[in-house]
């Protein structure tokens, strides 16, 4: 008769810890981005900037500004143009409306060589990666020497 009891207050001590746990209905509310989700680079940066000849970019930084209704997932990556050249590795984002500053892993290979390299962002909307409208280009320019900078 003890272990019955035993097992039905155990019991009901985890249902009621169970009950007590908070609900995560935020995740709910999320969704891979559609067409209507409107979003533009206002920012790019790498790091170090500037980056020396045969040094490897440590990080990608990415500014996005989303419509204030946006509450969606997309996976982002950065390329280089002309060439398509992926630089910063696919990363799955969580956009919020405002600005959302992202950190981008770089594709360990690349390295600098030309005067200059410019980049495009591409973020995937309904399952196509697409360029995010620009607020100007981004462009890497040789400076003193055997140097690049995204700094205008």
Not at 36 to 48: G, H, K
Not at 53 to 70: C, F, I, M, P, S
Not at 124 to 141: K, L, M, Q, S
Request: aromatic share 6%.
């Amino acid at each position: 008769m003890y272990q019955p009891l035993r097992l039905l207050t155990l019991t009901s001590a985890a249902v009621l810890l169970v009950s007590c746990a908070p609900i995560d209905t935020d995740r709910d509310r999320w969704s891979y981005c559609g067409r209507d989700v409107r979003v533009q680079v206002t920012d790019l940066d790498m790091s170090p900037d500037p980056v020396s000849e045969g040094q490897r970019v440590r990080a990608w930084k990415v500014r996005l500004r989303a419509d204030e209704r946006t509450r969606c997932d997309t996976v982002l990556q950065i390329r280089e143009r002309p060439g398509n050249e992926l630089v910063g590795r696919e990363r799955l984002s969580r956009l919020r409306g405002g600005v959302n500053e992202i950190e981008i892993e770089p594709v360990e290979g690349y390295r600098f060589s030309r005067d200059e390299h410019c980049f495009v962002v591409l973020a995937n909307i309904e399952g196509t990666g697409r360029p995010v409208d620009a607020a100007r280009r981004f462009c890497a320019r040789r400076i003193s020497g055997k140097r690049w900078t995204l700094r205008g």
